[in-house]
Structures are given as structure tokens and as C-alpha cells.
């Protein structure tokens, strides 16, 4: 497998962060949705705190990993799309990109904002030695607005993520292209 992208296939490390990204928002959407429906009881309170703590954490691992991806895709470049796509796809594959890449930022960003807002640290993984600095000061209206973001970003990217995959799949068992292939672990792709 070839370490950087052609002009015809995605690269190892292209591949990596795809992944890794995929693997990673996905979970924590799932374990966002998770929390976010728990009582806020005694019984659940610690189970709950330690579900935030990771979730901002891997957030945060998040945020990094799309700075280097963005970093990575500047100095590689980028297969261009198959060809045989009409341009409604092309510029919605353009699209569905950007917002990938926006939320991968913006969602990230906003938590660790609304915790600051909130006036709570971020530690990650719990670490005091670990602790990132505060992005606002504390103000409980802006922390409202933060979270509303949050959850707004987070439920159109569901959706974004429903349609991406939705649209590799279409290409890989209907137009049978290499749409899919290429960004497949351990595939060519050409």
C-alpha cells in the first residue's frame, strides 16, 4: 500500500485518518446521545461523569487528528472524483466534505467552549496535569447557546454521515466505480 495519495487512489495515511475519524465521531455521537438521556440521579451521576470526561477527551483527540488531517491534505494531494458523476453529485460530494470537516472542527470546539462557559475544566481523561485552558470565561447564556450549537451541529451530521455512507455505498453496488474501493483499508482502489 502506498504511504501518499495519486492522483487515481487514496494513500495510507489519508486512509488512516478517514477512518480513525469515522470510528472515532461516530462513537461519540453514540455515547453523546447515550448521556444526554440519562437521569441525572444518584445512582447514574458517576457512570454519567465518566461518560462526559471521555467524550470530551476523545473530542478533543478529535479536534487534533482534524488540524493534522487538514495539515496532511495541503501537502498531499487528493485523487480527483470518478469520473461518470454528474455535477449535482460532484458538487454535493464537495459539500458533504466541507461539513465533515467543519463539524470534525466545530463540534469539538463548541464543547470545550460550553464546558468553559459553564465554568467546569476540561481535563483530559480526567488528568489534572492534562487540564486545557478555559476558551471563555463562565456565562450561562453563552453556555445555552453553545450547547444548543453542539446539538444542532452534531444532528445534521448525523444525517451528513447517513448520506456519505449512503452514497459510497450507491457507488460501490449500483454504479460499481471505485468510489468506495479507494479509501478502503488494504484496496488499490483503481
Not at 470510528?23 to 444526554?36: A, N
Not at 472524483?81 to 461539513?99: I, N, P, Q, S, T
Not at 463539524?103 to 475544566?121: E, K, N
Request: hydrophobic letters at 50%.
Amino acid at each position: 500500500m502506498q504511504f501518499k495519495n495519486t492522483d487515481k487512489s487514496y494513500g495510507a495515511v489519508t486512509k488512516t485518518f478517514h477512518w480513525l475519524s469515522a470510528l472515532l465521531v461516530i462513537g461519540l455521537i453514540c455515547v453523546g446521545l447515550y448521556f444526554s438521556d440519562m437521569p441525572n440521579s444518584p445512582a447514574t451521576m458517576h457512570t454519567k461523569l465518566q461518560l462526559v470526561t471521555m467524550h470530551k477527551s476523545f473530542g478533543i483527540i478529535v479536534l487534533c487528528l482534524t488540524v493534522l488531517r487538514i495539515i496532511w491534505h495541503i501537502y498531499t494531494r487528493k485523487p480527483g472524483l470518478v469520473d461518470g458523476m454528474k455535477k449535482w453529485e460532484r458538487v454535493a460530494a464537495k459539500g458533504a466534505h466541507y461539513f465533515l470537516y467543519f463539524a470534525m472542527l466545530a463540534l469539538p470546539l463548541s464543547g470545550w467552549g460550553l464546558t468553559s462557559a459553564a465554568g467546569r475544566p476540561v481535563k483530559l481523561f480526567g488528568l489534572d496535569a492534562l487540564t486545557l485552558p478555559d476558551l471563555v470565561a463562565k456565562n450561562h447564556d453563552l453556555k445555552e447557546t453553545l450547547e444548543d450549537f453542539h446539538s444542532t451541529v452534531a444532528w445534521i451530521l448525523i444525517g451528513v454521515i447517513a448520506v456519505h455512507a449512503a452514497a459510497a455505498l450507491k457507488h460501490h453496488i449500483i454504479e460499481k466505480d471505485s468510489t468506495l474501493r479507494r479509501m478502503l483499508p488494504f484496496c488499490k482502489g483503481e
